[in-house]
RNA sequence: GGCCCCGUAGCUCAGCGGAUAGAGCAGCAGCCUUCUAAGCUGUUGGUCGCAGGUUCAAUUCCUGCCGGGGUCGCCA
């Protein structure tokens, strides 16, 4: 029910007709919505696409196709204009059985097979497991989060993904802060916590856990207790982070834990290394020292590197440390091969902008492992400033003084976090004001959106008052007399919610969950727009006093409206409130 | 120095190779004696960082500069 692809298949059909089809190249051909006025509804830049192949003036086969066209009874009007643009205006009545169409798909409007069931792996989140989730990590949640219900909109078969790094020396560091934790448990004063230790309170409960199933027995244990500590906190921080998830409406299907590759028994990294070394992209070198900036502890080794270069990376990458142990990026290399392994050739990883220069070298890996048949693609987050009606939230690392993700759900709740993390392109830095996304104006664009959902509830409450005579449940308004839809406006209304099904494919196709929120923003500013005409000329509103038939069609369209703000608020994972008191 | 991202209206930003480049805010001019719930309507404002290239067509793709940010073996 994609408005555009239908009338692409048209203008192709046409196409034939017109020129006949001897083997010209028809795939470039599309239909887009206009973006004047002045330009009709829709316009298909056919033939300009064909001019060249062809050997003829854009103008005249604009002609030729466009006579075809006129034969069309849906199509009401077709203008050649500009360089060879053939626009097209639609009758009335193809867009109100459009609306028609919409209200019957309901729930599935806007959803396309486009994705045919196909695997995809998105990976998001994957804070390390040493404290809880910050806002810096809020972004790349939301983002990743939205991006896969956006692909699960495009039918395919999605998993949420968070890769736990409780492999390296953090975790390590993180084990020892426990230990003093729980030494202080047993009652030991403890003072200060060394430099170079965590010293969060959260890992308080971590030593009294201890404290508690192990008594005093950790004190003399040796290295084991280290362990012990270790897992025990990397599971306790993991029950806190997925419950700040939660906060923010998230639920992975998997966590797949770093560690898990080199422990039980085999080894995966091992293993990757392997189908790497049968591929014949492994081998002992020597790296040049990094250019343009003082390494002074740098040791030219001979060691085991990777050849990323052969996949577009910059230099090859090693594997090994000088002490022995894998680096993160053979690690990593090994769970991007369990990715494929696990049958996923699309795989998306979210990460923050502090990790860009990690892009080639994990794409070369994915490549590399999978023999090209998979592929990744990263979405680098951006950084979020904090302000607070206009002034800038100090933050520092050093003195623990950095905002927690539940803080900020807490004060402002998880929509407009959710909604403004993704009212920005991923990639270019966010501006987040604690006042203003809870402010219920126009000017902030969660209200504006969520309000335009509520304002469709309240019509239908309205209707009920006013106009009870009116059957207002989805079947009737699907029966109704929807010719009587002939304002601009309210064509114009249709007109916006036939491009939903398109913003979703082209979103899911480029990986942009931005892209919903702003279709949102527009239609949401075209219903209250209407809505506004309402009060200038009564005659436009939709409870049409004495007249049932009318009121029903219109309470059809803001039915479609209603659907389509809460399919899109759905994909961010914003709720669509029926009122905003 | 290498690599990556960004550079579009005064500000914050949209813009999957298409026409006269858009939105919000700010500014300016009206309306707001009350209704459909958090105002409304209109309007000013641009060498799309610069220079080349590809194309019928470039803000969009490519190359090189300029400016801002990030990052740069054995951290994750």
Known sequence: MNVFDDLTTRVRT???????????????????????????????????????????????????????????????????????????????????????????????????KRGAGEKVNVEYVSANPTGPMHVGHCRGAVVGDALASLLEANGYAVTREYYINDAGKQVEVLGESALLRYREALGETIGEIPEGLYPGDYLVPVGQALAQDYGPRLLNMGPEALTIARDTAVAMMMEMIRGDLAALNIEHDVFFSERSLIEGGTDRVAEAIQALQARGLIYEGRLPPPKGQVEPDWEDRE??????????????????????????????????????????????????????????????????????????????????????????????????????LR???????????????VFRRNDAPLDFDFQKVTEQSKDNPVF???????????????????????????????????????????????????????VIESAGEAHEPHRIAYYLYELASEFHGHWNRGKEMPQLRFVNHGDRESTAARLALVHAVRLVLAEGLAILGVSAPVEMR
């Open 303 to 404: 060691q085991m590197l990777f050849r990323s270069t052969e996949f577009g990376d910059d230099v090859d990458r090693p594997l090994i440390k000088s002490d022995g142990s894998y680096t993160y990026f053979a690690s990593d290399i090994a769970y991007h091969y369990d990715k494929y392994l696990r049958g996923f050739r699309q795989m998306i990883d979210v990460w923050g902008a502090d990790h860009g220069g990690y892009i080639k070298r994990v794409q070369a890996a994915v490549k590399a492992v999978s023999g090209g048949e998979a592929a990744a693609d990263v979405k680098i987050c951006q950084l979020v400033n904090l302000f607070r009606a206009g002034v800038p939230v100090k933050m520092s690392k050093r003195s623990g003084n950095f905002v927690t």
């Open 14 to 112: 046409a196409v034939r007709a017109a020129l006949g089809s001897e083997g010209a190249d028809l795939s470039r051909i599309v239909v887009e919505p206009a973006r004047e006025a002045g330009h009709g509804e829709l316009a298909t830049n056919a033939a300009m696409v064909l001019a060249k192949p062809l050997g003829r003036k854009p103008r005249e086969l604009a002609d030729a196709i466009a006579a075809e066209l006129r034969g069309d009874a849906d199509i009401a009007t077709v203008e050649v204009a500009g360089p060879g643009f053939i626009n097209l205006t639609l009758a009335p009545s193809f867009w109100q059985s459009l609306l028609g169409s919409i209200i019957a798909a309901d729930s599935a409007y806007g959803r396309s």
């Open 448 to 502: 504006y959106v969520q309000y335009a959902h509520a304002r469709t509830c309240s019509v239908f409450r309205q209707a009920a008052w006013e106009a009870p005579d009116v059957d207002a449940s989805a079947e009737a308004l699907g029966r109704a007399e929807l010719a009587r839809l002939v304002d601009s406006g309210e064509i114009g209304l249709i007109r916006r919610l036939a491009e939903f099904p398109r």
């Open 407 to 421: 803080e900020v759900v807490q004060e402002v709740g998880v929509d407009p976090v959710r909604f403004m993390m």
